[in-house]
């Protein structure tokens, strides 16, 4: 079976793998500058959980940069015959928190070419996204357009943490980089901290498992301002990668958004259809880390209320603690082809699809 | 076959709401669009609630950007409970035409307003 693996994380042990790619005033800032802990670390404004373990696995432990991709071969590209894995990045995504824009910009561009000259060439089954900055969408715009043609580049990623929903006309210049590139928009569960001060509804909660559980929260919002702002009307091609947030919370939300649309779809006239429509033609979800009831079935019968076997996309989020193994997913057998690899390729279009005809 | 019952007098319908009458066990709602005289069902066929008591009024045309052209004025009425937008000629529901209110044809004879149930 052809296997994409849509949340890929490329590790780095220290942030100074970055230096290379910076010059001028924010490479000495990055390297003289204040930062959220000793030299390595990449700069960020933290939230305000900690996880009492550390996020990664224990049993991934690199000492040299080199080692994270021999660790990541090992244990998991060919372990579990993953035949595409997107790259997440891990920190960079976090530059979102930042203040100061310009630097965040700065920094994620420095992230993107040090992962296409030093991630991209090491794997024929690498596939990169590039990071940017929501907090300035022109520049994070002019960052798409710089890298977005690159041939292995397959989509642009922020984190789920922002300061306003993602919907809201001000992103807009990025969806038209995104569209003007052919790329997918890509949300990963991060950035709660620093600038994006509502990760959580009612206030800040208290601890790291029960905040995890709950952070989804904040996809809800994203989700019903792309559909309510009418990005997908503007942008009818634009597909939107909800990552790592959950999923059986989407036909709940969907069924809320069509319930009131149909009361006051005259607050929105530039919609034409239903919500969960152009959740259906737009929107996909990765499955890490997926809910476990007790009973399967009733995961199943509200994953078929979401299309799921048509919306989701597997993701194992390697190398962290909440890692999903592929051979374990439970998702209705009858779905493994299209969840597990076929329907990433209808949202990556630039992996060839002889590889996946070929691999059957 | 439909039977011909007095609704209302032509000057009993406002401009801007339904005068409800009742036939028998049917409520129903008289609304005056333009010139025309038009019946529609007083029952949702979303949930049952009085439609014709709800406010009549026009809405937000489909657009293809961010902006709000308000028309239809006084062709439609929106469910008193839920806000559904109906059509009052038709009694098609704006969001999802195959909903239907119920419709009966209306004749007009001077100024009684007679409805065909």
């Given at each position: 079976?052809f ?5 890929c ?30 030299r ?7 939230r ?6 550390g ?15 021999a ?6 590209l060919?372990?579990?015959n ?8 891990d ?19 420095a ?20 990071i940017?900055?929501p ?12 890298i ?18 993602y919907g ?24 709660q901290?620093g600038?994006n001060?509502?990760p ?15 952070l ?22 634009l ?11 989407v036909p709940s939300v ?15 006239p530039?919609?034409?259809r ?13 499955t890490?880390?997926l809910e ?12 078929e209320?979401?299309?799921g076997?048509n919306t ?8 962290h ?7 374990k ?15 990433a390729?209808?949202?990556y ?12 | ?8 007098k ?19 709602g008289i ?9 529609l ?23 293809d ?18 806000g559904?937008?109906?059509d009052i ?5 704006l ?10 044809p209306v004749s007009?004879e ?8």
């Amino acid at each position: 079976m052809f296997i994409v693996d849509c949340d890929c994380h490329n590790y780095w042990c220290s942030a100074t793998v970055l230096e290379p790619y910076m010059d001028g005033f924010f490479k000495d800032m990055f390297v003289r500058g204040e930062k959220t802990g000793p030299r390595g670390a990449f700069p960020h404004g933290h939230r305000p959980w900690f996880h009492p373990e550390g996020f990664s696995r224990h049993d991934v432990n690199p000492v040299e940069e080199d080692d994270n991709y021999a660790i990541m071969k090992e244990k998991h590209l060919d372990k579990y015959n993953i035949d595409v894995a997107i790259l997440t990045g891990d920190e960079p995504i976090e530059a979102s928190t930042l203040a100061n824009a310009h630097y965040a910009n700065a920094l994620c561009r420095a992230y993107n070419d040090y992962m296409i000259d030093y991630w991209l060439p090491k794997d024929s089954r690498f596939w990169g996204s590039i990071i940017v900055a929501p907090q300035d969408p022109k520049l994070a715009a002019e960052e798409i357009r710089r890298i977005g043609s690159h041939p292995r580049i397959v989509q642009v990623l922020v984190s789920h943490g922002a300061q306003r929903p993602y919907g809201d006309p001000f992103y807009h210049p990025i969806y038209e980089a995104c569209a003007e590139m052919g790329l997918p928009f890509a949300m990963h569960l991060g950035g709660q901290g620093g600038v994006n001060s509502t990760p959580i509804g009612a206030g800040p909660s208290t601890f790291f498992w029960e905040t995890h559980a709950i952070l989804p929260q904040s996809a809800m919002t994203h989700m019903a301002s792309l559909i309510a702002q009418g990005v997908f009307e503007k942008w009818p091609s634009l597909k939107v990668v909800i990552i790592e947030c959950g999923v059986a919370w989407v036909p709940s939300v969907l069924w809320r958004l069509d319930a009131n649309y149909k009361a006051l779809r005259k607050e929105t006239p530039w919609l034409k259809r239903l919500p969960s429509e152009y959740f259906k033609t737009n929107i996909r979800m990765s499955t890490q880390p997926l809910e476990q009831p007790e009973n399967v079935q009733h995961l199943w019968a509200t994953l078929e209320a979401m299309d799921g076997e048509n919306t989701l996309l597997f993701a194992s989020d390697y190398p962290h603690w909440d890692y999903d193994d592929v051979t374990k997913l439970h998702i209705p057998p009858a779905w493994r082809e299209k969840v597990l690899g076929l329907n990433a390729l209808d949202v990556y279009r630039r992996i060839p699809r002889p590889a996946a005809i070929a691999a059957e | 076959m439909a039977s011909k019952q007095f609704a209302c007098k032509a000057s009993e319908v406002p401009a801007d709401a339904a005068k409800i009458i009742k036939l028998g066990n049917l409520s129903l709602g008289i609304f005056r669009v333009g010139d025309g005289y038009h019946a529609l069902l007083n029952v949702c066929p979303h949930k049952g609630a009085a439609l014709c008591q709800g406010p009549v009024c026009g809405t937000t045309k489909q657009t293809d950007k961010a902006e709000f052209v308000y028309e239809r004025a006084g062709e439609l009425v929106r469910c008193a409970w839920h806000g559904w937008e109906f059509d009052i000629r038709t009694g098609e529901f704006l969001v999802d035409p195959r909903v239907k209110a119920r419709t009966f044809p209306v004749s007009v004879e001077s100024e009684d307003i007679f409805v065909h149930v």
